[in-house]
């Protein structure tokens, strides 16, 4: 089994930036993808990052140019660097992992719990 464990979330003024940070613990053998989705209030959750196995990045369009995706491949932990932040960016930010633990037959979705980001003055 896979545990991911979101930090980083606050409250910030607009213009502002935050890091998320997504530890996962358990015997991971290979990450296949690792993606931040947020969700707002009322509103379906989306994908705002994503990271492949390979290094490759796909950002929102929302939030292409102000967030960056980054991977501690050493402790199977990610980050998402926020700056620019805006009021619409709040939301809860979720991690996804697409992985493969040692019990795992075959690759499993695992979530964070969620970390709550506010952007407001």
């Known amino acids: 089994q896979v545990h991911l464990e979101e930090s980083g979330g606050g409250l910030v003024q607009p213009g502002g930036s935050l890091r998320l940070s997504c530890a996962a613990s358990?015997?991971?053998?290979?990450?296949?993808?690792m993606t931040w989705w947020r969700q707002a209030p009322g509103k379906e959750r989306e994908v705002a990052a994503t990271?492949?196995?390979?290094?490759?990045?796909h950002y929102a369009k929302a939030v292409k140019g102000r967030f960056v995706i980054a991977r501690d491949a050493g402790h199977n932990t990610t980050y998402l660097q926020m700056n620019s932040l805006k009021p619409e960016d709040s939301a809860v930010y979720y991690c996804?992992?697409?992985?493969?633990?040692?019990?795992?037959?075959?690759?499993?979705?695992?979530w964070g719990q969620g970390t709550q980001v506010t952007v407001s003055s």
């Open positions: 996804h992992y697409v992985a493969t633990a040692l019990d795992d037959a075959d690759h499993k979705d695992y």
């Open positions: 358990g015997n991971i053998l290979k990450i296949y993808t």
């Open positions: 990271m492949t196995g390979n290094g490759s990045t």
